[in-house]
């Protein structure tokens, strides 16, 4: 069987997985503010993701821009967001099971937004939609004006991400991550600041759960099952293959976002690989939380493995 | 010194990765898909095409496994030696039919065979060109966001709907339980078609003016409570062809049975573990009718924008004899049992 794998239908698949990897990228983006910055497990993006998708599909199909649906599917998000974050601060329910309450939730109300549907079709044949597989498929000048976008779309981002978190109010984010008494210490409302980050990383699944639909020719609302697990993979991946490129350079936030897109890219690209080769991919889901179990016990084996080799030197 | 360690061990990592995915996904290679590699290499005549079909099937489930049977049975037949089918799994994930469909269209497969909704959804947003057959799918307008419906797509799309005749069901829910007051319609919100089916099936109770009720389940959680509320309000429950009910049957008869409540079943198997009675629609026999649909497309070169969606060639009124049984139910004389392999 192996001789007739084509490497060259393999590397067509390539431009599919590139441009679901740069929209799961996005995802990611949100899911590094909360779990990276904040030091949050923030379950809520399995709901959001689909809210943002569910407003876009919905509000494009009445008519509207896309790209002011994305707007929308953006604050959509950040009020999912927003509502973890009341949950957490100012009724005191602890963090992983706030997020989980409002995913839960989420269901119920993704559920309305599609108009009491579970599914929601939109065709590119009857919308310009701002991406579609169709897109990344065809030969013409779409496929380029799709991937220059989306590459210029990520960068924008990440210039934006850059120099928000590099604001008092930024910083302040990333201070509450840090040590939570200590910013609390220097006079940051940490609460404030809780809440915020959570509305900011559930808009930008939000906005990624737009395009993802978009692309996919639907909003289900089943499809922001397992999100979690990909933007973590997305996120931990790119951390520990380029961790090491990003340290000690000029811009080094903007190269870690830069590397949890490619985190998230390389993890859709593996994905093809499997496809490619025919395993059955009823294993893709052991394989992907075994892949985030694995990178994420790297740090705490290498802090264990490290320290050995100091005290060796003393 | 250190820094060669830590790049060795990176690339351990990396290594480990990559060894990861043959272990995870390689270890029951090919048992379970069905991607018929070919069996002997013997023949060479290569005067005839070999057509390559990519299969993308939502889950593993009953219905659809026999779907996706009879479309390689169909083709098998026809087409012999000719054809080699590479069968995807989505597990129920949208993102993986995106994928799957993606990879299908890269590799310029001849055909792809979406079996379910979100995998035509993904196949028709990854290309324009390849023709793509659905199986499994309640209504092709709906799933496909087409405004005026003609009975064709007019697109690269065709296919064959799973829509048993809603308006023969509920004739048989009134044949069997002519004294009804109120019948109670269970299925899974996250489902469309289902809820497709709830709404046709509740305008015909509607118009011979019989009441009935919604009971709806988030998820499989959710089907004790609902089954539950739905005995103690309704005479008879009707449960379209819902996946996600499918999978739970026993459970609903045991409160069904309990309760002394009859199920009117969308389907065979739905029928098998809690119902009375069905009108059933065999779902190997739509993939049949899809893989004829394939041939004609692949080497008859038939236009498949104008082919008209197909559905199922044979009803028959089916009833589970156990239940009947315990129940006191008579059933007429052209149902025919529902054989019960122990």
């Not at chain 1, 959509?76 to 602890?94: C, D, E």
């Not at chain 1, 991550?177 to 990383?201: D, H, P, W, Y």
């Not at chain 2, 296919?159 to 299925?187: C, H, N, R, W």
């Amino acid at each position: 069987m192996l001789l007739s794998l084509n490497l060259n239908s393999l590397l067509n698949a390539m431009p599919g997985s590139i441009a679901q990897g740069l929209i799961w990228g996005i995802m990611a983006f949100g899911v590094f503010v909360t779990f990276r910055l904040l030091d949050f497990a923030d379950l809520t993006v399995d709901g959001s993701m689909v809210t943002g998708g569910a407003t876009a599909v919905m509000l494009i199909k009445a008519g509207v821009s896309p790209w002011i649906a994305l707007l929308a599917a953006f604050a959509a998000g950040m009020a999912a967001g927003f509502v973890t974050g009341i949950l957490h601060t100012a009724f005191g329910i602890p963090g992983i099971l706030a997020s989980i309450l409002t995913q839960l939730s989420l269901y119920s109300i993704n559920y309305n937004i599609l108009g009491k549907a579970a599914n929601q079709a939109i065709s590119v044949n009857n919308y310009k939609l701002l991406a579609s597989l169709r897109y990344v498929n065809s030969s013409g000048s779409d496929r380029i004006i799709f991937f220059a976008g989306l590459t210029a779309g990520i960068v924008i981002l990440i210039a934006v991400l850059y120099w928000f978190f590099g604001t008092e109010i930024g910083q302040a984010i990333r201070a509450t991550g840090c040590n939570e008494s200590m910013a609390r210490a220097q006079g940051i409302n940490t609460n404030f600041i809780k809440v915020l980050a959570l509305m900011i990383s559930n808009g930008l699944v939000g906005m990624s759960g737009a395009l993802y639909a978009q692309c996919q020719g639907a909003a289900d609302v089943n499809m922001g099952r397992g999100a979690i697990v990909i933007g973590l993979a997305a996120v931990i991946i790119g951390e520990v293959l380029f961790g090491k490129l990003c340290e000690k350079r000029k811009l080094m936030f903007a190269w870690t976002l830069l590397s949890v897109a490619f985190g998230a890219v390389l993890y859709y690209i593996v994905y093809a690989v499997v496809i490619w080769l025919r395993m059955p991919s009823e294993n893709m889901k052991l394989f992907s939380a075994a892949i985030v179990a694995l990178f994420l016990s790297i740090p705490y084996l290498k802090g264990k493995y490290g320290k050995k080799g100091v005290k060796r030197n003393v | 010194m250190k820094k060669m360690r830590k790049k060795l061990f990176a690339l351990a990592m990396a290594s480990v990765m990559g060894m990861s995915v043959l272990a995870g996904c390689g270890s029951d290679g090919g048992s379970s898909s069905g991607n018929g590699s070919s069996t002997s290499g013997g023949d060479s005549a290569s005067g005839d095409k070999k057509y390559v079909i990519g299969i993308c099937q939502l889950v593993e489930h009953e219905a659809l496994d026999q779907a996706t049977k009879g479309f390689e049975d169909a083709l098998k037949e026809l087409l012999g030696e000719n054809v080699e089918f590479v069968f995807q799994n989505a597990q129920n994930e949208q993102t993986n039919a995106g994928t799957i469909c993606n990879a299908f269209v890269a590799d310029k497969v001849d055909l792809i065979l979406a079996n379910a909704t979100s995998p035509l959804q993904a196949a028709a947003s990854a290309t324009a060109d390849i023709p793509i057959l659905g199986t499994s799918i309640t209504d092709y307008a709906e799933a496909l966001d087409i405004a005026d419906w003609t009975g064709a797509t007019g697109v690269n799309i065709s296919g064959t709907s799973d829509l048993a005749p809603l308006d023969e069901q509920e004739k048989m829910l009134l044949e069997l339980f002519p004294d009804v007051q109120t019948v109670g319609i269970l299925y899974c919100s996250a489902e469309p078609n289902s809820a497709y089916q709830a709404e046709k099936f509740a305008e015909y109770l509607t118009a011979d003016g019989i009441a009935y009720k919604e009971y709806t389940a988030a998820d499989s959680n959710e089907i004790q409570t609902i089954a539950s509320a739905a005995v103690q309000e309704c005479d008879v429950i009707y449960i379209p062809t819902d996946n996600t009910l499918a999978a739970y049957t026993e459970a609903i008869n045991n409160i069904c049975l309990a309760a002394k409540v009859p199920v009117i079943a969308g389907e065979e198997g739905i029928c098998k573990g809690c119902g009375v009675a069905t009108l059933s629609i065999s779902y190997y026999d739509i993939g049949y009718a899809t893989g004829k649909m394939a041939y004609e497309v692949l080497v008859n070169g038939a236009d498949i924008s104008t082919m008209e969606i197909q559905y199922a060639p044979n009803v028959t009124k089916k009833y589970n004899a156990a239940i009947c049984e315990e129940l006191g139910v008579t059933i007429p004389d052209d149902y025919v049992a529902i054989v019960v392999e122990e």
